[in-house]
C-alpha cells in the first residue's frame, strides 16, 4: 500500500514529465514553423529572382501600393489599360498597412515574405488551440504540423501562380482570432478580427459567424449576435456599395462568374427561391468534387463534429463552389483562404470529442495532411533553380535594367510584375501612353501567341517606336521623341 508521500512523489514526477513533455512539443513546433518560413521563403525569392512574378496579380498590389504612397488612393491600373480603384475589384484596404514598408524597402518580393511569414505563423494559435483543448502536447504538435504540410495552406504561403493577396494574410488572423475569442479575450479578438476583415470583400462575414460558435460555448448570445451582425453588415456593405462604387462599370466585375445561378447578389438570392436546381448543377461537377476532397478529407472529418466553426468556412466555399471560374475551385490560389482556419480549427474542436485518444487522432489528421502534400508550390523549385543564371533570366534582367523608374510602361505579364511601382503600367499588347515597351514572347500567361506576336511586330515595324533591345525572345522599344 503507498503511502501519501509516495503519492506525492509520484504525482510530481508525472507533472515533471508532462511539463518536459510540452516544452520539446513547443520547441519542435517553433523550430518546425521556422524551418517552413526559411524553405518557403527562400522558394518565394528564387521564383521572384528567375522573374516570374506576374503583373497580375503580385504587380497589381504593388502599385497599388506604390500609388497611395504618391498620392493615388489604391489606384491601379486595369488590364484594358484604364486607371481606377482597386477597391472596384476587391475590398482588400490592408494594402495601405504594407505602405509604410515600402519606405524601407521598396520591391515586390517585400509583399512576398510578408506572405510567407504571415500564413507559417498561423501554426502556433494552431499548436495553442490543440494543446488546450486536446491535452497532449503531441497532439497538439501534430495539428500544427498538418495545419502546415496542409496543400492549401502552402499554396497560400508561396501562390507561385499569382504570388501575393492580401486574403491569404485573413488566415493566421482568423486563427488568432479563434484563440482569443476561446478564451474570452474580446479586445484582441476583435483587434484582430478587423484585420482580417481589411483583407477581402467576404471576409467580414467569415469573421462574423464566429459570433454564432461564441454564442453557442459561451452563452453570450448578445456578444455573438452582435459579431454577426456586424460581419454580416460590412459583407453587404463591401458587395452591394464599395464595390460598385469604385467599378469601372458601376457592377461587380466578377458577376459574370456567376451568370448560372443570377449573377449579383440580389440576382442569386432570386434565383434561389425561383430555380434551385440551377445551384446544383453549378455545384456538382468532378472538378468540384476533387476540390472539396483536397480541403475536407485530410482533416478525417473531424471538422464536421463542430458544425458551428465550420460554417465560417461557408461563405468562400459558396462563393468558389459557384463560381464558373475554374481556379477558384482549386487548392492552388488564394480562394481557399477563408476557409483554411476554420476547417483546422474546427477539426481540433472534433477531435477533442475524442480525447482520451487525442495522440492516435490527431496523428491520423497529420498523416491525411501529409498524404497529399506532394501536391505543393514547393515543386517550382528544380525548374527556379536550373534557370538561375541562364540566358533567358539574364535578357530579362538587362531588359528591366533598361526602362527608367516613373515612366509609363508596356509590357508582358510576367515582365509587368517587377515595373509596376509607377502609375501607369500597361499590360502588352495596351500600350497607350507608354514612352516603353517591354515583352517577352515566351510569357506563358498568353493564350494567343500567335496574335501576341503579331502585336509585337507591328510595333517593331513602326518608325514611331525603336528596338533598344532584343536577346532570347525578350524585346524592349523605346517611343521616339516627338511621336504620338
Not at 512539443?25 to 506576374?54: I, P
Not at 495553442?128 to 502536447?137: E, Y
Not at 459558396?318 to 488564394?334: G, H, M, R, Y
Request: glycine share 8%; charged share 15%; aromatic share 12%.
Amino acid at each position: 500500500m503507498t503511502t501519501l508521500e509516495e503519492r506525492v512523489a509520484a504525482v510530481r514526477r508525472r507533472v515533471r514529465l508532462d511539463a518536459g513533455e510540452a516544452a520539446v512539443a513547443a520547441r519542435v513546433v517553433y523550430a518546425g514553423v521556422a524551418a517552413y518560413a526559411v524553405l518557403f521563403l527562400f522558394a518565394a525569392v528564387l521564383h521572384s529572382a528567375v522573374f516570374e512574378d506576374l503583373r497580375l496579380d503580385n504587380g497589381d498590389m504593388v502599385q497599388a501600393i506604390w500609388s497611395t504612397l504618391h498620392g493615388h488612393f489604391l489606384e491601379t491600373t486595369t488590364l484594358n489599360g484604364h486607371q481606377n480603384s482597386r477597391l472596384g475589384f476587391h475590398v482588400d484596404p490592408f494594402l495601405l498597412l504594407l505602405a509604410p514598408l515600402f519606405w524601407v524597402w521598396s520591391s515586390p518580393v517585400l509583399l512576398l515574405v510578408v506572405q510567407v511569414l504571415a500564413v507559417a505563423s498561423g501554426a502556433l494559435p494552431v499548436f495553442w488551440l490543440a494543446r488546450k483543448h486536446l491535452g497532449s502536447p503531441r497532439a497538439a504538435a501534430h495539428f500544427a504540423f498538418a495545419y502546415l504540410l496542409y496543400p492549401a495552406t502552402q499554396f497560400n504561403a508561396f501562390t507561385n501562380g499569382s504570388d501575393f493577396h492580401s486574403v491569404s494574410i485573413a488566415i493566421p488572423l482568423i486563427l488568432y482570432g479563434i484563440w482569443f475569442l476561446d478564451a474570452n479575450r474580446l479586445v484582441p479578438f476583435l483587434a484582430v478580427g478587423l484585420l482580417a476583415c481589411t483583407t477581402k470583400e467576404e471576409i467580414p462575414l467569415a469573421v462574423g459567424c464566429l459570433g454564432i460558435w461564441y454564442a453557442y460555448r459561451n452563452g453570450r448570445r448578445l456578444v455573438g449576435a452582435s459579431i454577426f451582425a456586424g460581419g454580416l453588415g460590412l459583407t453587404l456593405f463591401n458587395f452591394l456599395w464599395v464595390i460598385p462604387h469604385f467599378s469601372p462599370t458601376g457592377k461587380d466585375p466578377y458577376a459574370s462568374r456567376y451568370g448560372a445561378v443570377g449573377g449579383t447578389p440580389t440576382g442569386i438570392a432570386h434565383k434561389l427561391f425561383t430555380d434551385p436546381v440551377a445551384f446544383v448543377q453549378a455545384i456538382a461537377t468532378g472538378h468540384k468534387a476533387v476540390y472539396l476532397a483536397m480541403l475536407l478529407v485530410p482533416f478525417l472529418g473531424l471538422w464536421a463534429l463542430e458544425p458551428l466553426l465550420f460554417i465560417g468556412a461557408i461563405p468562400d466555399l459558396a462563393i468558389n463552389l459557384l463560381s464558373s471560374k475554374p481556379d477558384q475551385s482549386t487548392v492552388v490560389f488564394q480562394y481557399t483562404a477563408g476557409i483554411i482556419p476554420f476547417v483546422v480549427a474546427a477539426s481540433i474542436f472534433g477531435a477533442a470529442r475524442f480525447k482520451r485518444h487525442a495522440d492516435r487522432v490527431s496523428l491520423w489528421a497529420l498523416a491525411g495532411a501529409a498524404a497529399i502534400a506532394i501536391y505543393s508550390p514547393i515543386s517550382v523549385l528544380p525548374g527556379d533553380v536550373k534557370a538561375l543564371g541562364s540566358p533567358l533570366v539574364s535578357a530579362k534582367a538587362h531588359a528591366l535594367h533598361l526602362i527608367p523608374g516613373g515612366v509609363p510602361v508596356s509590357a508582358s505579364n510576367e515582365l509587368g510584375g517587377y515595373l509596376s511601382e509607377r502609375r501607369y503600367i500597361y499590360t502588352f499588347p495596351y500600350v497607350r501612353k507608354s514612352r516603353w515597351i517591354a515583352v517577352d514572347v515566351h510569357d506563358p500567361t498568353y493564350g494567343d501567341v500567335a496574335g501576341f506576336k503579331r502585336y509585337l511586330r507591328r510595333y517593331e515595324n513602326n518608325k514611331a517606336w525603336r528596338v533598344v533591345f532584343s536577346s532570347q525572345g525578350v524585346v524592349v522599344l523605346h517611343r521616339r521623341s516627338g511621336r504620338a
